[in-house]
């Protein structure tokens, strides 16, 4: 597998807000200020440093443990999520929006892939490595990880953060349970 160019993390996050900005154009309402327009801004600001988190995982490959790589991303993700849910779901009370909020994502890029590829980019490495179990599946680690996060903050947006394990504690469990990192081998082999 080819390594991927290296891209300027300022460079990525100014495209990222600006397939944003696109996606904006065409989802803006007639009312501009709205839910939508909230929710929008609120990603253009959010995601460059989300995936800027993710896409920086690149250079922790064979560095520090991979779970210890993987906790900051999952405090980051439950961090990221929280944040973006609360403005998503007063966004999508219309169909039509929704509609278009898809298609605009494809058209822009942004779709769910976004994160999931430099995570699964990431883990798959580490299994070349020998740091990742070798019957692990990345991409499905990837949208696991990415999967525990959405919903410890979508638990928390409903219930409040004191129904919930604290986010340091759930981004621990997140990664312990997904048992990435080969079992010991005993002494003596």
Known sequence: MATPPHVDPHQRSQDTRQRVLQMAVSLREDRPGGPVDYFLALLQDRLPLWLSILHDLSHRAGKGSVSGNLLPVARAGIDHYIDVQSAA?????????TVRFRQAL????LGPQTEIAP???YLAAEQRLGRVRADADPD???RLLVAGCFHRAYIEMFVGADACPARDVSAREIVRELRLEPAPQPAGR
């Open 140 to 142: 499905a680690s990837a």
């Open 119 to 121: 995570l699964a980019a």
């Open 106 to 109: 494809r058209d822009t890029g």
């Open 89 to 97: 779901l007063p966004a999508f009370t219309s169909p039509n929006v």
